[in-house]
């Protein structure tokens, strides 16, 4: 027998509002519904509790609001002396938090529409209500479905647009289940547009994931067809990453590459690969022939220098660009057969004593100078590249356009990384970096300085190249471990190159929606990362997190969370977050399902009882 709705509205009924102050409402709890369930057309309903939701009726209007604190009154009457006696010590007022209405046509929205009046009728919500309230997806809406409402078996779909074309921040400490919601997500997103369309959305999207502990990178993770970049610095057994033939030659890159500094630095680059694209544009058709003829007279003036100093420091350079001198089959040094005459202020050959300055048949004679026969140039492409640095600042030195205190040390940074970047990347131009539209870039054994340097120059790169394609296409950069490469308490590197890195990345946080460029990043300490970046984000998916720091973070960054769900935070069961953001009303504290064992990111807390079996009895 199907209950009238008139019994129903009498089970449901929690009480009536007996306070409106702004937002906050007070209702007085009828006495008969203090026991913890109820039962209603056969099932077993949890009662009013801190964290539930009721309906508020008010016309044809139901306001919807959430219990965030009960306390207890004593009630009093007056007795025959006039003193007060107390009648019942269970007067059960719960204070309530308004999220938003149910319009007449059914439809939940958030925000506050009208408030109730004192005397307004209070009901729990059914489950129909309860699931309605909870659907953050219009109709005809794509949607994916990765969680059910906490302490409810109740699925509540999530919105494609709305939440994944914006950016996403996914914090929690390690074995909250961060990593599993990260794959889930993209893994149904990724669902769900093939289904769509899958020759539209391979044409028109594209995902990067910097997974900095090889955790996404098994086939069935998020998605089997995605590539897998594994990279390498320990040996030359890794992948490495396509770059077009003219990739290293863009100042940006080398820039990155060479951690150069914006004012001093940067612009010397400008000027060696501009000397760089003369050698490679030789009119002769030989850029070899150019290049030595340029170390020619670059020599010459050296070598008749009366700056005893600069001379030496130059010489040295010539001895960086230069092949090894060998000479009746020893290696000797370039600089061997001359010496520096203090009275003179100038070189002079050792043997005969032969002064060098306006002296150039005795120049030609010096092995700097027929050395220059050997040296190479189009061969090798980051050798190319050092020698234009060397022959640029050999030249600014010569014309007091630089001094080398100044430029030195990021040339050193280079040679420093040029096997590392040889190790990684592949210039040859014969392959695409998009072998398919979901790339993983597996950083687990690269070491620091390249773990910054690859997601810096990939993201950079990327971002500048999806500006100029269009607006019918997207870029998503999904960045795993967040605080490797966006903190603010990096001791490791200068400051002014941690600035750079963190602008660049709060440049394409705070401009990247408009050209369709969006942002997830996961971090176990929310607290590394640049605020600018994490109050940025328009979505969060917060698990467990216990230090305050973190704690105070997720507090100053995320406005849309109340106070009652923040102090949750600490004790959220592994599995279970807070989604907070422009997709939802409200906050919602959802159990993200757990992937199967085989789509499952590697990131299992290791077991001690599996690694170490038991004997078996006897």
């Avoid at 009924?13 to 026991?35: P, S």
Wanted: aromatic share 8%; proline share 3%; hydrophobic share 40%.
């Amino acid at each position: 027998m199907t209950m009238s709705a008139a019994a129903r509205d009498a089970v449901l009924r929690v009480g009536e509002v007996t306070a409106v102050e702004g937002r906050q409402i007070y209702i007085l709890v009828d006495k008969k519904k203090n026991l913890s369930h109820m039962f209603l057309d056969g099932d077993v309903i949890t009662n009013i509790a801190v964290n539930s939701y009721v309906a508020i009726r008010k016309g044809f209007l139901s306001i919807i609001g959430r219990v965030e604190g009960e306390r207890i009154e004593e009630d009093f009457r007056r007795g025959v002396d006039d003193e007060r006696e107390p009648t019942d010590r269970n007067k059960r007022i719960l204070t309530v938090a308004l999220t938003g209405y149910v319009d007449e046509r059914g439809r939940f929205s958030g925000g506050t529409r009208e408030l109730p009046l004192i005397g307004n009728e209070a009901f729990l919500l059914t489950r129909e209500q309860l699931s309605r309230v909870h659907d953050l997806v219009r109709d005809g809406e794509m949607s994916i479905s990765i969680a059910t409402l906490y302490g409810d078996d109740l699925d509540v779909r999530l919105p494609v647009d709305g939440l994944f074309n914006s950016h996403i921040a996914i914090f929690g400490n390690t074995g909250s289940g961060k990593s599993n919601t990260l794959a889930f997500l993209y893994q149904e997103l990724v669902k769900a547009l093939v289904s769509r369309n899958q020759t539209e959305y391979e044409a028109h999207t594209r995902f990067l994931l910097f997974d900095f502990n090889g955790e996404y990178t098994k086939e069935s993770c998020i998605w089997a067809a995605k590539h897998v970049y594994n990279l390498s610095t320990r040996n030359d057994a890794g992948d490495k990453i396509p770059m077009d033939s003219n990739g290293l030659l863009d100042v940006e890159v080398l820039a990155i590459l060479a951690d150069a500094t914006e004012k001093t630095q940067k612009p010397f680059l400008v000027r060696a690969l501009r000397l760089l694209a003369t050698l490679n544009a030789a009119q002769d058709g030989d850029p070899g022939a150019y290049f030595r003829n340029m170390l020619r007279q670059r020599a010459r003036a050296v070598l008749q220098m009366t700056d005893k100093l600069r001379a030496a420091l130059l010489v040295d350079y010539f001895r960086q660009i230069l092949p090894a001198l060998l000479v009746n089959g020893e290696e000797v040094e370039i600089d061997s057969d001359i010496e520096w005459h203090n009275t003179s202020d100038q070189y002079r050959l050792k043997a005969g004593s032969v002064y060098l300055q306006g002296n150039l048949d005795a120049v030609g004679q010096t092995r700097l100078y027929q050395h220059i026969a050997n040296a190479q140039f189009g061969a090798d492409m980051m050798s190319d590249i050092i020698s234009a640095l060397y022959l640029q600042i050999v030249s600014d030195v010569l014309n007091n356009r630089a001094q080398n205190e100044h430029i030195a040390p990021m040339i050193n940074r280079l040679i420093r990384k040029r096997h590392d970047i040889e190790k990684l990347f592949d210039v040859t131009g014969e392959h695409d970096f998009w072998a398919s539209n979901f790339v993983v870039i597996n950083l687990d054994e690269v070491n620091l300085d390249m773990r910054k340097t690859v997601p810096l120059l990939l993201s950079k790169k990327l971002y500048a190249e999806h500006k100029e394609t269009g607006p019918d296409s997207t870029l998503t950069i999904i960045i795993d471990e967040a605080h490797n490469i966006l903190s603010t308490e990096s001791f490791r590197e200068a400051e002014s190159w941690k600035d750079y890195r963190l602008e660049t990345f709060e440049e394409i946080i705070k401009e990247g929606r408009k050209f369709g460029v969006f942002v997830t990043i996961a971090s176990q300490r929310p607290n590394d990362i640049s605020p600018t970046i994490t109050s940025q984000a328009h979505n969060y998916f917060i698990h467990r997190l216990i230090n305050e720091k973190d704690l105070q973070t997720i507090a100053s960054a995320v406005s849309y969370i109340d106070r009652v769900t923040e102090e949750s935070i600490p004790t959220l069961p592994t599995g279970t977050c807070i989604f907070s953001g422009v997709a939802s009303a409200m906050p919602l504290k959802l159990n993200v399902k757990a992937l199967t064992d085989h789509q499952r990111p590697e990131s299992t807390t290791r077991s001690f009882s599996a690694i170490i079996p038991a004997l078996p009895p006897g």
